[in-house]
């Protein structure tokens, strides 16, 4: 049974473009979290899907969104990258009500 | 003051001995949960708590509820447990708020 996939497992970008990460949730899984992890720091929520749907936000600008679709993948864009941007992007996944939490092995972002 | 609080920040112990990471916690929760990463930055959920105590293996976690507060135990250590240790807490399906973590050395 596949866990939560994410892609790619790295990438570097140019500040000012924009960029777009993927996460497949675990089987079952009907809910899908962004986190950003800067280095030597806890994860931060970003925000989460269900139902196709933006349920929660954290603080985090306009130029971070997402998608969720019907087979409950999920994608986070991040427009106009800037330098602070530049961190470990996780992806975990549930299936609502529940909390039991599965995490993806991230993507880390570099924005030169 | 984060919600969520770690100690200690670092931790070298020598292979063998019983290691102690703590957390606290200020908010109400359903669930508290203990991550492990490695470098690289997967996160493995180790276990997830809202009363009492869980084993698995060489590792126990325990949870206060009343004084919101779990620690996570690893017995006999070994330098394949070297890696960062998080806490995490979550409300419902409400998101999860992330401790700083606690980087763990075992020195064979």
């Known amino acids: 049974d596949a866990g939560v996939t994410q892609s790619p497992t790295h990438l570097i970008k140019t500040r000012g473009q924009q960029v777009t990460l993927r996460c497949s949730p675990k089987?079952?899984?009907?809910?899908v979290s962004w986190y950003q992890q800067a280095l030597g720091q806890g994860p931060q929520f970003i925000f989460q899907?269900?139902?196709?749907?933006?349920?929660q936000r954290g603080n985090f600008p306009d130029r971070f969104s997402g998608h969720q679709f019907p087979n409950y993948s999920s994608e986070l864009n991040v427009n106009a990258l800037l330098l602070g941007d530049s961190a470990l992007y996780l992806c975990?996944?549930?299936?609502?009500?529940?909390?039991?939490?599965?995490f993806g092995s991230g993507t880390r972002l570099t924005v030169v | 003051k984060n919600e969520v609080e770690q100690s200690p920040q670092n931790l070298t112990a020598q292979e063998g001995e019983f290691i102690t990471i703590n957390c606290s916690y200020s908010?109400?929760?359903?669930?508290l949960h203990w991550l492990q990463q490695h470098p690289g930055g997967g996160i493995v959920s180790l276990f997830m708590?809202?009363?009492g105590k869980k084993k698995h293996g060489r590792l126990i976690a325990t949870i206060n509820i009343q004084e919101k507060h779990s620690s996570l135990h690893i017995t006999a250590s070994h330098p394949r447990d070297s890696a960062v240790y998080i806490c995490?807490?979550?409300?419902?399906?409400?998101?999860?708020?992330f401790g700083t973590g606690t980087r763990l050395t075992i020195i064979p």
């Open positions: 975990a996944s549930n299936r609502s009500p529940n909390y039991g939490y599965t």
């Open positions: 089987s079952g899984h009907d809910t």
């Open positions: 899907y269900y139902e196709e749907e933006e349920r």
């Open positions: 908010v109400g929760i359903s669930a």
């Open positions: 708590l809202s009363s």
């Open positions: 995490a807490v979550g409300f419902g399906n409400e998101k999860l708020t």
